[in-house]
T-cell receptor, first 110, second 117 residues
Framework: KQEVTQIPAALSVPEGENLVLNCSFTDSAIYNLQWFRQDPGKGLTSLLLIQSSQREQTSGRLNASLDKSSGRSTLYIAASQPGDSATYLCAVRGADGLTFGKGTHLIIQP | DADVTQTPRNRITKTGKRIMLECSQTKGHDRMYWYRQDPGLGLRLIYYSFDVKDINKGEISDGYSVSRQAQAKFSLSLESAIPNQTALYFC????????????????FGPGTRLTVL
């Protein structure tokens, strides 16, 4: 059964810093990996989708990488802003469907 | 913009009551999903449907049932609600791409907060 782990569980950094969120998964037989953002009490907003054949995807200040063979993905956030404060979720799609990590709770200090 | 909507957004009910949560989408997607989110457990898949006549159980389907009334509508029912079904429920959709890799991005609704007393 696929397991997805996100490290760290929580992170607090000053505004302006670059930061990296980590996601690891146990079964490398995946179709794709998706990063989401969730604000308190709200739904999930899709940030980036990486197909299994891709190595990275970029959107604005966000860059996600995928190393399928080692079961790892990172989400890089450049020049962090207070509005980036949220919980970031990683999810991998395999034969059993989408499996989520428990998220990294990010706080950007003004 | 195309959207995934869920009703109700909040619901408080009592043990033993039948509850229906509804989801509708204007994205034209063929695939729809129901998840629940619990603190410390993350999101878990309850049921999913790849088409109107296709219904599949997810990881935690016990105590739940679904109905795909149309391509755009997918409802989740709790036949006899119990307190441990208190959670945040999300509906999601995705579209089928052509070609061998037909799995793509999932889009989520705003969620329904359900409390069972």
């Amino acid at each position: 059964k696929q397991e997805v782990t996100q490290i760290p569980a929580a992170l607090s950094v000053p505004e302006g810093e670059n930061l990296v969120l980590n996601c690891s998964f146990t079964d490398s037989a995946i179709y794709n990996l998706q990063w989401f953002r969730q604000d308190p009490g709200k739904g999930l907003t899709s940030l980036l989708l990486i197909q299994s054949s891709q190595r990275e995807q970029t959107s604005g200040r966000l860059n996600a990488s995928l190393d399928k063979s080692s079961g790892r993905s990172t989400l890089y956030i450049a020049a962090s802003q207070p509005g980036d404060s949220a919980t970031y979720l990683c999810a991998v799609r395999g034969a059993d469907g989408l499996t989520f990590g428990k998220g990294t709770h990010l706080i950007i200090q003004p | 913009d195309a959207d995934v909507t869920q009703t109700p957004r909040n619901r408080i009910t009592k043990t033993g009551k039948r509850i229906m949560l509804e989801c509708s989408q204007t994205k034209g997607h063929d695939r729809m999903y129901w998840y629940r989110q619990d603190p410390g457990l993350g999101l878990r898949l309850i049921y999913y449907s790849f088409d109107v006549k296709d219904i599949n159980k997810g990881e935690i389907s016990d105590g739940y049932s679904v109905s795909r009334q149309a391509q755009a509508k997918f409802s989740l029912s709790l036949e006899s609600a119990i307190p441990n079904q208190t959670a945040l429920y999300f509906c999601a959709t995705s579209g089928r791409l052509s070609g061998p890799s037909s799995y793509n991005e999932q889009f989520f609704g705003p969620g329904t907060r359900l409390t069972v007393l």
